[in-house]
């Protein structure tokens, strides 16, 4: 237990602190936490959908600064109920759709060639189907709920290079997500992977820009 002349110094250094500069170091130190809990999960074959889903919940950062921040509403639609329902700085919507990380044919070699096995097909037509059924409900949606749901996009997070057999490597599983990235609209396919990856990013340059603790390595 500290003592009352260590508890006064403490008070003082407080005072004399920036406030800023405190609320970033917590929100860092949290950030970090959640960025934890989510490998953790991520790295254990038998995680849920719903695991993973409890470790993005009100983490919107992670998905990158595009967003102002995750809606409380799920449910826009009598027959569509989205898993993380992000807002961009336009007021349009972003949907994002989460899946396992253990997906051993995330992507298959066919006849010499690299492409996504049927899971993350099927996860993208399911996304396919949200944006249509929000499309068509625009209207009402944006009265009832000020919110865009006409220019509708959605990023699907599934996978981890980890999991994926067949002697297919991390860089396979990157340049055909990419491939197949490039030929979609308005659907991005992501991986558990390519999230961490991204949110390590994110955390660094943060660090650099006012938290004492920068010198942490971001962990892979």
Known sequence: MA????????????????????????????????????????????????????????QAWIFGGAYVGELARRQYTPDTILDIPLLRADGSLHVVELKRANVKTLVVRRNGHLMLGALPHQAVSQAQNYLRTLNESRRRILADYGVDSRSASATIVIGHSRYVGGDITPQEVAETL?????????????????LLDSANRMLALSAEQGDPDSAEEPEA
């Open 3 to 58: 003592s009352t002349e260590t508890a006064r110094l403490v008070g003082d250094v407080l005072a004399d602190a920036d406030a800023g500069l405190l609320a970033q170091i917590l929100e860092l130190k949290a950030r970090r936490a959640a960025l934890a809990d989510l490998r953790a999960a991520v790295n254990d074959p038998e995680s849920s959908e719903s695991m993973l889903h409890a470790c993005l919940k009100n």
């Open 178 to 194: 990419r491939t197949y990235n490039t030929h979609a609209t308005r659907t991005e396919v992501i991986t558990y992977e390519t």
